[in-house]
Structure formats: C-alpha cells, structure tokens
C-alpha cells in the first residue's frame, strides 16, 4: 500500500440542471477525489485552503472517512472557493455561471510533513503553480503523479500548465479540453500530442461516452455504465481520478496492465457520483455497492468471441 496526497478545490458550489437546482453546497476537486479515494482504506491527506465560513461538518465528513485533513489551511477572515455551474439537456456539457477564487487567490499549499514522502501524488484541479509547488515539496521522487486540470487554466494560465505537464506521468482529461490543448479534433492524435508534453499515460474522459487510456501506441476503452437517470454529472471526473488515483496506492503497481483496472475503479465510482446533487450519493456509498457494480461493470464489457 502507497501513501496518497491528494491536492484540489475544498469548495462550495451551485448547481443547475435540468432536474433542479441547488443553493451553496459542498462541492471542490480534492473532496470528490477524497471520498472516491477513501474507498480504497489507504493513508490520504488532503491538501487545500477554505475560508472561515466554511462548516466543521464538512471537513469531519473527510477526516471520518480518514483522509487526513492536517493540510487543509482554513483563512479565518477569508471565503471558501466558490463555483457555479449549469448544465445543458444533455447533461455531458455546462456552462460556469461563477468562478469566485478567494481564499485559492493567495494560497500556499503546505504538505504535511509525514506525507512528503508519499508514493502516488494527485494533483487535482487547481492553479498550475500550485500544483508544480506541491510536487517541490516532495522529499522523495513520488512512484506516480496524476494531474488533472480543466479549460479555466488553459484559458489563464496556459504556460504554467506546460510546465507542471512535464513533471507528471498521468493526465485526466475530458475530451474537450484534450481538444482545446492539442488543437487536434481526434482524440487518438489528442492523446498522442500530449505525450510529447510530458506525461506519458493520457486519460481522456468522455462523460457518459467513457474513458480512453492511451500510452505508446497502446489504448484502452472503458464504458460509462449505461444509467436509467443521471442527476448532476458535477465532480464525476474526480470522483474518477480520485478512484483511480486510490486504486494505483491501494496496489502500488503503476503498470500499464494496473491502470487499465484504475480506470474501471474510477468509472465505477463515477458512475455513483452522478447519480444525487453533489456529494450526497458518494456520502452514501458503501464497498458492496461497489462491488455490486463492478460485476455488472465486467457483465456488460465481456463477451465470448470465436476468432479462430
Ligand atoms: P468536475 O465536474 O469533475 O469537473 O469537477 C467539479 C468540481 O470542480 C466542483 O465541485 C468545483 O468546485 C470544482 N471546480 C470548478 N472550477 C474549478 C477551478 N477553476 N479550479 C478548481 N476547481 C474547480
């Protein structure tokens, strides 16, 4: 089992969908990938910044699915990171309505001490230069980085995001922004451009379309499993990041091979995400839903074919 430190968004957000709407809720990268990871029963910290009016409760809902929450710095006179979205019909594309940094505005991630040796390091979605810093924090070379990101930071801060790309193995992608990137409209040519940018293990997420994994030459396809009702698709892409990420530091092997079942972990846990507003069904979930699904996961991809 390797250590995970996981760094993102603690947030609230507003969600709009063609189901209903909510106020402020809890919402962030690092807390989508916290409760996916926490599944996995592996040592996690989280690394991130809320303001003072961000509630207790909030934060004891990671720490009591023990990720170590030490590295999460509260501002007491600041606000928490704040987004808003809405999303169209189809529910795989939105709009961001608010994007209000705060507290993220002057934040200086701190790892903690006992962490900065961890094996598998997830830099989830956040300014590139934070993300670059915590990987300068490392006292030793971690096995595995995965890095994930979003349009936001290729429109601000496109440069500082070449730069972190060159110093991880793994990126989490969707598809439009694998797109917006490379320039390429195909997703295989996409894939192949970004290697050449650094990381060499690319993870294209297309929504309800599934996942690609690209490394080399190689590619590998996971579905989305087929949902009779998608409620709110927010933080589905780090809930799978995050059951990837947990499932490489459960089993410590970072081989092509073991990513291939990283990614059916994350598509797994993804496939809950979705199904309530927010975190409410991630809250909820336990390891036998878990396991529930991955059966029906390996059902609907196996078949039995004669090629002789
Ligand atoms: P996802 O649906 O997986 O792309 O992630 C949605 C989560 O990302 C929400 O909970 C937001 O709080 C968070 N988020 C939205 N915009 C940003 C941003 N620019 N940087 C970091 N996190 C963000």
Known sequence: MSKLVIVGTVAFDAIE???GKTDKILGGAAT???????????????VSVVGGDFPQK???????RNIDISGIEIVKDGKTFF?????????????????ELNTLENFNPVVPENYRDAEIVMLGNLHPIVQSSVLDQMVTKPKLVIL???????????NDLHNVMKRVDVITINDEEARQLTGEYSLVVAARKIQTM???YVVIKKGEHGALLFHND??????????????????????????????????????????????????????FSVEKFGTERMESLKSED????LLQFKQLTQFDINLS
């Open 218 to 271: 190689a590619m590998f396809y996971a579905p989305a499993l087929p949902l009779e009702e998608v409620f709110d698709p927010t933080g589905a892409g780090d809930t799978f990041a995050g059951g990837f990420a947990g499932y490489i530091a459960k089993t410590g092997d970072t081989s092509f091979e073991n990513m291939k079942k990283a990614v059916i972990y994350g598509s797994t846990l993804a496939s």
């Open 17 to 19: 969908t063609p189901f």
């Open 83 to 99: 987004w808003s979205g809405r999303y169209h019909n189809d529910m795989n594309s939105r709009d961001t309505l608010v994007t």
């Open 32 to 46: 989508y990938i916290g409760l996916a990871a926490s599944h996995f029963n592996i040592d996690a910290a989280a």
């Open 290 to 293: 878990v396991h529930n699904r």
């Open 198 to 200: 650094g990381p060499k």
């Open 58 to 64: 909030y934060l004891d809902l990671l720490s009591n």
């Open 148 to 158: 994930d990101t979003m349009n936001f930071w290729m429109d601000i801060a496109l």
